[in-house]
């Protein structure tokens, strides 16, 4: 995921928005039908059958107790999405004969149990970023819970049987995965991940890694310390919803607010706003009051800049910056999410699901559907994967 970060310096009445880069496309040959062969030097799809490896097989569910587990095989072949063009909802296809991935040497294999949507899954299937994407065909999909059935030789602390989650790209943009999170398997960097908190089952697991990721790290690059304000915009959204749970939690805010329509004003007080904005009734930048951080998640323009005070910062993920500012892409990391379990195993932050959900594995489209209407409360989570 994508951000950026605004400090905010004394502007004249005449300043104005301006719109971040774009992104040069380039074109991207796309592999035949009956070839499907891929590249070998990243984690690719290819429609060949190999060798047999031993791995867990788990129950789809977890709880606090961890995954029943039996000696089993990993197959060569696995259910997946896929995607062999750029496009909408109807270019998603799922496909029982994807080759599982095979490892790097710092990579591990998990079983996946569940996995999470997120815009950036939708924005890069309709090749907003295709200059910098991996080839075709795509097997999409960031956040993964599920358990290690294989390790690389050069892993060093995750074994066998371990339940873990993270976000398994470590750039959103550049060059990540052609096999992603939302297929039985999925090989992945140790580095990317953390075990799963005890007190989280794979759905709730799944629901947090790179939106979590990117509230604590637009947090921490906007200086946000003990005693600052914050104003939250999109408070009822994945990120947001992580936003003022960390603001409150972890950082030590002195104040939070955050804006969300009528029906999520209860949600933003369930979660310990101090001030909840319904941004259909007030406009937020009209409030008297004033933030030592902004952190707009739904990309408001020129509205937020005239939220915060004087030498503050604001923190977009989307949309257009006010000058001057800087672009930072959110850095997958498993030392976040291990920083973070403490947090989440004593119930302080919570994993937030969207009702909805989740949905299950042979509704990937409908998921997709649903996350790109912008009304997900939460999460939209996939679970259970076969």
């Known amino acids: 995921m994508e951000a950026i970060l605004t400090t905010k310096i004394p502007l004249s009445p005449s300043s104005s928005s301006s719109n971040t880069p774009s992104i040069s496309l380039s074109s991207l040959s796309i592999l035949s039908k009956t070839t499907r062969k891929l590249t070998s030097q990243s984690n690719s799809i290819v429609y060949k059958n190999t060798q047999h490896y031993p ?43 994807v080759k599982v991935p095979e490892l790097k040497d710092d990579q591990v294999l998990i079983k996946v149990a569940a996995a999470a949507l997120n815009p950036v899954d939708f924005k890069r299937r309709l090749g907003k970023f295709k200059a910098s994407d991996s080839p075709l ?31 398994i790209h470590e750039k959103a943009l550049d060059g ?50 003990s005693g600052k304000s914050i ?35 209860e949600f933003l007080k369930s979660l310990g706003v101090d001030l909840a904005i319904d941004y259909t009734k007030e406009k937020f930048e009209d409030l008297p ?20 005070k004087e030498g503050g910062s604001v923190v977009v993920l989307t949309g257009a910056v006010t000058p001057p500012g800087f672009r930072f892409v959110v850095t997958s990391n498993g030392e976040v999410l291990k920083k973070l379990n403490p947090y989440l195993e004593s119930g302080k932050v919570k994993s937030l699901i969207d009702p909805k959900g989740p949905f299950p594995f042979d509704k990937v489209d409908e998921a997709f559907t649903y996350l790109e209407t912008n009304r997900a409360t939460g999460k939209v989570v996939i679970h259970p994967i076969p």
Not at 140 to 154: L, N, R
Not at 157 to 165: P, Q, S
Not at 249 to 255: L, M, N, T
């Open 55 to 97: 791995c867990v097989k788990i129950s789809a569910m977890s709880q606090t107790a961890p995954a029943s587990a039996e000696i089993s095989t990993i197959p060569t072949e696995m259910k997946a999405w896929v995607y062999e063009e750029y496009g909408g909802v109807d270019v998603l296809k799922i496909d029982s004969n």
């Open 231 to 265: 104003l939250v915009l999109g408070g009822a959204g994945g990120v947001g919803s992580l936003v003022i749970q960390l603001a409150k939690q972890v950082f030590g805010a002195s104040r939070v607010a955050a804006t969300a329509s009528t029906g999520k004003i």
């Open 176 to 225: 990540p995965k052609q096999s992603g999170s939302l297929a039985e398997y999925t090989a992945v960097e140790e580095k990317l991940l953390a075990l799963k908190p005890k007190n989280l089952d794979f759905a709730q697991a799944a629901g947090l890694p790179l939106a979590v990721e990117t509230a604590y790290e637009g947090l921490e690059k906007a200086g946000f310390s």
């Open 289 to 308: 009051e004033k933030f030592d951080v902004v952190y707009d998640a739904v990309g408001e323009g020129e509205r937020n800049v005239k939220a915060v």
């Open 137 to 167: 065909p795509t097997v999409p999909g960031y956040d993964v819970a599920g358990v290690v059935v294989k390790v690389g030789s050069e892993v060093k602390e995750l074994k066998v049987g371990d339940e873990v989650y993270g976000d």
